[in-house]
């Protein structure tokens, strides 16, 4: 089959279209048909020069982490879904085990491929409704669970000041018309090409990038973007007893932020403790959970995704459709 593949740990222009053989299901253990992916960072990280001491990898290596397709095999054990059924959702490469849900991890052999092998018992995985298209169903399992987890975790109520740094990402264009639709008086970062896209998916008012430009006294900050260890600026942007949300690594430590007199939130919700892809699922069929795709991809464009994804500004989530 082709896929994806890095052959060694290196820069994302080192990924390429490849020939591997088709991996096959084991015990409790699915193959899909891929029909569509997205990208996302862990695309660009887990094979990077900076992962190569902290991450070992069995070369080579497919990338992709959220995918819709068709079961095409199951493996023994396997009575949760059926050859031919419409599938969607999200998983990691094996390598990030650890990092996955405790009890019923959802692990992957590479989601940029035309083949992929997932675990059948996860809640990261679920039945594609017919309402719900392909592109859409590739783009929305990492950000629609993010999301999710992020307003459970912000309960934000009517009213409440709102800062979103990182707007226009996968992430963002997601989160940013729940906040809306929660009455949050909300101001988002973007870059002045991307203002009206910002205003469209419902913030008040759009700023710059940087400390500078940031409000004062907000009642919840919610950090998309910028590194764990760079957030003192942000923080200060909040009011004593205030919120701050963040998704991005490394671990923000509260010594890191200067002040001990906010909330702290660090969310990576793998184990889909506020809900799941089927969760995902109802909400994007009843119109409560969108995303916004910015670019589509052939196949054989999809090594200079992962390209734009690290290089470019984007917007929204980058699309691969086999």
Avoid: C
Avoid at 178 to 196: F, G, I, K, M, S
Avoid at 234 to 254: C, E
């Amino acid at each position: 089959m082709k896929a994806v593949v890095a052959h060694d740990y290196g820069p994302p222009e080192a990924n390429a279209i490849a020939e591997i053989p088709v991996p096959r299901p084991g015990p409790g253990q699915i193959q899909v048909r891929i029909a569509a992916s997205s990208i996302n960072p862990a695309d660009v990280r887990v094979s990077s020069d900076e992962s190569r001491h902290d991450l070992p990898l069995d070369f080579p290596h497919v990338p992709g982490n959220d995918f819709a397709g068709t079961v095409s095999e199951v493996g023994p054990g396997v009575t949760r879904f059926r050859v031919g059924e419409p599938v969607f959702g999200q998983a990691v490469p094996r390598a990030l085990k650890a990092m996955t849900g405790a009890t019923r991890p959802s692990l992957t052999t590479g989601a940029l491929a035309e083949y992929a092998v997932f675990e059948a018992d996860t809640p990261l995985i679920t039945r594609r409704p017919n309402d719900l298209d392909v592109e859409t169903a590739a783009a929305l399992p990492t950000v629609g669970l993010t999301a999710r987890a992020l307003m459970a975790t912000a309960r934000v109520r009517p009213r409440e000041s709102v800062l979103v740094v990182g707007a226009t990402g996968g992430v963002g264009t997601t989160v940013v018309p729940l906040l809306a639709a929660a009455a949050a008086q909300l101001t988002a970062t973007a870059t002045p090409a991307d203002a009206e896209l910002v205003r469209g998916l419902g913030a008040a008012s759009v700023i710059g990038y940087g400390a500078a430009g940031y409000p004062s006294g907000v009642d919840v900050a919610v950090n998309l973007v910028l590194p764990g260890d760079k957030l003192t600026d942000l923080a200060s942007a909040v009011r004593p007893g205030g919120r701050l949300i963040t998704i991005t690594f490394p671990v923000t430590r509260p010594e890191w932020l200067g002040r001990e007199d906010i909330d702290l939130h660090f969310v990576l919700d793998l184990d889909g403790r506020f809900g799941g892809m089927r969760e995902v699922a109802e909400d994007a069929v009843r119109g409560a959970l969108a995303t916004t795709i910015g670019r589509r991809y052939r196949f054989d464009e999809a090594p200079q995704a992962i390209v734009d994804f690290a290089r470019r500004h984007t917007t929204g989530k980058l699309v691969v459709r086999m």
